[in-house]
């Protein structure tokens, strides 16, 4: 366009030096011809903005991860007239689909479309706008151009893979099983959690000698109860590496999580979910169809370099100090340091069964690695249960 622009410059300054050095009617009729071209141009090209319409469609806006969506956009010329070069530029990463999206340049004759279809296979999971991002008409002599941004971008959500998962207390023995039942049968409150009164508590859970003791209402919560509690805890921290390596260890990282919210509440057992990325998230689910409420905040979660666990975890411990028992913890995260897991041991030592999940990254240098695995088998030896990852 800029070459034009300047051949167009060049061309009427050369006409009007024909018109001065040579009067008459056809260096007239050319000066005038090329003075007046640019301003019918831009006309003709404002009707065509005018006068064009724009469409789009998809077939899905929710899909699974690894799943195709099929993006159909159509551009009509409903005028008897021939237009100018025109050309669709649409939003999409190839970072994100299989298929690059590319620049589509097209002319449209009168009372016509022209129709492109795209097949897009999603590779990460999350929110993601698609569609049109604009389109541009070009004047006849490609001196300049209009663009149209009117189109709305659709929004898609792609879901995580949900992975069948196996965890160790719900594949207990049949005589683990049996002990258990015997020992809740003999004393249903063994090793039972006392708290303090909370409103709602029923008053058969009273521990009458313990709160004459305190001076106050004291409950009394049974080690079945205890047991069967779940918190999950998501470090939303990225990790410093390529965007593409970056986008699949958290995809990872979140389909752990959704494993393992699936097994929970398939077994009834109540489960919460604490995370924090641009807000701090908090929901306690209880019911097997609940799941789906978990799954569709765990597709949206966004990474960043900046985010902390700090404020969720010490929200645990609080709650801990109350009387409140969070039941088992299972943290999962890119990274481990010695503040985090001194944290995780006080806790687990405060009858908080903590379960690490660390999802190490194989393209770290050798020695970071090292250092990770040291760190990992230090926590063991002190108690603390690290399940770490190599995806």
């Given amino acids: 366009m800029k070459k034009n622009r300047r051949r167009y410059v060049i061309l009427l300054i050369l006409s009007s030096l024909f018109v001065y050095t040579v009067p008459g009617t056809i260096s007239a009729v050319i000066f005038y011809m090329l003075l007046i071209m640019p ?74 479309k022209q129709t492109f279809t795209y097949s897009l296979h999603c590779k990460y999971r999350g929110a993601f706008l698609l569609g049109i991002d604009s389109v541009m008409i070009q004047d006849p002599f490609k001196l300049f151009a209009l663009r149209f941004r009117g189109v709305e971008p659709i929004k898609i959500m792609v879901y ?30 063994s090793l039972s959690e006392i708290r303090p009164y909370q409103q709602g508590d029923t008053k058969k859970n009273i ?26 805890l998501l470090d939303t921290k990225s990790l410093d590496v390529p965007k593409e390596r970056q986008l699949f260890l958290e995809d990872y990282c979140i389909e752990l999580v959704v494993g393992h919210v699936k097994v929970f509440l398939d ?47 010490q ?25 985090l897991l001194s944290k995780l041991i006080a806790m687990n030592k405060s009858d908080i069964n903590v379960c690490v999940h660390y999802i190490m990254d194989q393209s770290q240098p050798y020695e970071e690695k090292e250092k990770k695995y040291q760190l990992v088998n230090d926590m063991q030896e002190k108690g603390l249960i690290i399940k770490h990852y190599l995806p």
């Fill in 160 to 189: 995580p893979h949900i992975v069948a998962m196996q965890i160790d207390f719900l594949t207990e023995s049949q005589e683990q099983h049996n002990n258990w039942n015997r020992l809740v049968l003999q004393d249903a409150y």
């Fill in 39 to 112: 301003i019918c141009s831009l006309l003709y090209t404002c009707f065509a903005y005018g006068v064009f319409k724009v469409q789009q469609d998809i077939d899905s806006r929710h899909v699974l991860k690894g799943n195709s969506v099929q993006l159909t956009c159509a551009i009509y010329n409903d005028s008897p007239f021939l237009f100018p070069p025109m050309a669709l530029k649409l939003i999409g990463s190839s970072l994100l689909f299989t298929q690059a999206i590319k620049e589509e340049m097209f002319i449209l004759v009168p009372n016509s």
């Fill in 315 to 339: 929200k645990v411990i609080t709650e801990k100090r109350r009387g409140d028992h969070p039941g088992m913890l299972h943290l999962f995260t890119f990274d481990l340091s010695k503040d």
């Fill in 267 to 313: 077994h009834w057992i109540p489960t919460r979910l604490l995370y924090h990325d641009l807000k701090h998230y908090d929901l306690l689910a209880v019911k097997p169809k609940d799941f789906s409420v978990f799954y569709k905040e765990l597709a949206k979660v966004k990474y960043a370099m900046d985010s902390s666990m700090t404020s969720s975890i």
């Fill in 207 to 232: 521990h009458w000698k313990i709160s004459a003791k305190m001076q106050q209402w004291m409950m009394k919560t049974k080690k079945e109860e205890i047991k069967k509690k779940a918190i999950i």
